[in-house]
């Protein structure tokens, strides 16, 4: 955990230091610095690929680095889409449809002065998707390599032109892209080969540098003036990241104004913060907050009827009343709303007596309860209130006959738990029989069809609980093959309708990802997305 003790020692040597400082450069320089108070209890990996999930990516992700298919986070007021990143064009080969062809950016340097060309991306494609090679590091590896599951090979064409070939037809992959981050080969040679050093002394081609790490302390990005994007540069100086894994603390560093924003305000502190003039901004989140099932033989979540009292035994109202309305009722693992959405005929209410007829069906009640154990994170970006909620889903569910034990770990530790699948010694060899875990649903991919498709069981991908249905398997197959964004819609409608009907998951609530500002700052742009672009935030 993070040593809280330290933070007030360590804010106030910077409030002492920091007047004076300015009072002396006042007229030539005026540094803008923005702190932001991060629900995590470490700062995510610096190297390329962050650490600790989808949120991380926000943090020490596109903030130090580019990818070469982007995605647009600068935008609140409808959802992103794909844009050019360090590729400026990429097309699918009309011959092959598996071969993809990327034309490179011109003239975008990475932070040591070395020049972004093809090479550049054929090492950081070995970096996490070849053992064999000199600079392969494991720890990027296992956090990209379940993200970017088509790639089969890869070549150099010329100086700015790199070809991707990819498994199967897969006309969802430019959506895998925007999570594979480039690093800089030149700084890892420079650093004597060594990952580690790298981590302090990183080099991307990002919108900020890295200027000084401290782990599970503090994180100071500083404006690159050389970013080849001159429409994304950083309108602040310098963003310190500050982990504040504990929500009262986080929500007490602003009032106290150590941080100058925080992410997750504990809901009963929001009406708090409001009279105390700080902002709450809160967005759509293509975000879901589930239960994950292992549908495997033996689990106590095999049979339909127990998956289905599940999702009736939940008043989802009572949890958004809970999070103080920071949240939205889950009908599926998307928004109705969304065109993916379908027409499921199983619809999530709260229905406490239609949940105790199915687990009577099953051979259960309150008196013989099902026992079943569910891994979760304490907390972290994502997870919401991840304790309180999990507790009133533990009571909820005993109204109905199951009865919840819960294994609590840090938010990387359920993340080894999650990558490694079901069958793995530390889920199924521990009684572990479903996994709590925030998941983006923003596109086809991240969202659907990642979660339904049998060739993505572990190791292959995060098909946690080994879902397999052959029908569902031939429809991603149409999806994969179809270019067309209409007949996509289409199919991966059919394939929601059918994760809904079969109760694959305990959907619970859908994220709206609240921040706090402080009055001084300005230009925070929340995306709806868990990508998040703070180049706009200014002070």
Same mark, same amino acid.
């Given at each position: ?164 070939t990819t498994k199967t037809v897969d006309a969802l992959f430019p959506y895998q892209l925007p999570w ?81 924003? /925080? ?5 009963? @502190?929001?009406? +708090? *913060? ?5 902002? $709450?901004? %809160? ?109 009133? /889903? ?5 109204? @109905?006959?199951? +009865? *919840? ?5 840090? $938010?990387? %530790? ?126």
């Open positions: 955990m993070h040593h809280l003790s330290t933070l007030p020692k360590l804010f106030s040597r910077c409030l002492v230091a920091v007047p004076f400082a300015l009072a002396l450069h006042a007229s030539a320089f005026a540094e803008t610095v923005a702190r932001y108070g991060i629900s995590m209890a470490d700062i995510p990996l610096t190297t390329g690929q962050p650490d600790r999930g989808a949120g991380a990516y926000q943090f020490t992700g596109h903030t130090i680095y580019d990818p070469l298919v982007a995605w647009e986070s600068n935008i609140g007021t409808r959802p992103g889409k794909l844009i050019a990143g360090l590729a400026s064009s990429w097309k699918v080969d009309p011959k092959d449809n598996k071969k993809w062809t990327f034309t490179l950016r011109k003239g975008a340097l990475f932070h040591d002065g070395s020049e972004f060309k093809a090479d550049a991306v054929i090492w950081n494609l070995d970096k996490v998707l070849n053992d064999k090679s000199p600079q392969f590091d494991a720890k990027q590896s296992a956090q990209v390599r379940p993200r970017i599951p088509s790639i089969a090979t890869y070549a150099k064409v010329d100086e700015y032109t790199v070809e991707i594979f981050l480039i690093s800089s080969p030149a700084q890892w040679e420079k650093l004597g080969r060594d990952w580690n050093k790298f981590a302090s002394q990183p080099s991307g081609t990002g919108p900020f540098k890295l200027d000084k790490l401290v782990p599970r302390e503090r994180a100071d990005l500083i404006k690159n003036a050389g970013y080849w994007d001159k429409n994304r540069m950083a309108q602040t100086d310098r963003i310190v990241l500050i982990p504040i894994p504990d929500a009262l603390t986080r929500s007490n560093a602003l009032l106290s104004g150590q941080v100058d924003l /925080i992410e997750s305000p504990p809901p009963d @502190v929001v009406p +708090q *913060l409001k009279s105390a003039g700080f902002k $709450l901004v %809160t967005n759509i989140t293509p975000h879901v907050w589930p239960y994950h099932f292992s549908t495997q033989p033996g689990s106590p979540w095999a049979d339909i009827r127990v998956r289905k009292a599940a999702n009736l035994a939940i008043d989802r109202d009572g949890i958004v009343k809970l999070m103080n309305g920071l949240a939205i009722p889950a009908k599926g693992q998307v928004d109705t709303t969304s065109p993916w959405f379908g027409k499921p005929t199983f619809k999530l209410t709260y229905d406490i007596a239609a949940a105790r007829a199915l687990m009577a069906q099953a051979g259960y009640s309150q008196a013989k309860p099902l026992k079943a154990k569910v891994i979760i994170a304490q907390g972290g970006t994502g997870q919401m209130l991840s304790l309180p909620m999990n507790e009133y /889903i533990q009571q909820s569910l005993a109204e @109905v006959g199951i +009865q *919840l034990e819960f294994e609590v770990v840090e $938010l990387e %530790t359920l993340y080894l738990h999650w990558r490694s699948g079901i069958k793995a010694d530390m889920n199924a060899g521990k009684g572990i029989s479903a996994i709590n875990l925030g998941y983006v649903t923003s596109d086809p991919f991240y969202g659907i069809t990642r979660f339904v498709d049998s060739r993505a069981i572990a190791p292959n991908g995060v098909n946690w609980g080994g879902y397999n249905n052959p029908k569902v398997d031939a429809l991603i197959d149409q999806i994969k093959t179809s270019f067309d964004p209409k007949v996509q819609d289409g199919l991966l409608a059919q394939v929601h309708q059918t994760m809904v009907d079969e109760a694959l998951m305990l959907w619970v609530v859908h994220d709206v990802n609240p921040h706090a500002l402080s009055p001084k700052v300005k230009g925070f742009i929340q995306a709806q997305h868990w990508f998040q672009d703070l180049t706009t935030l200014k002070m």
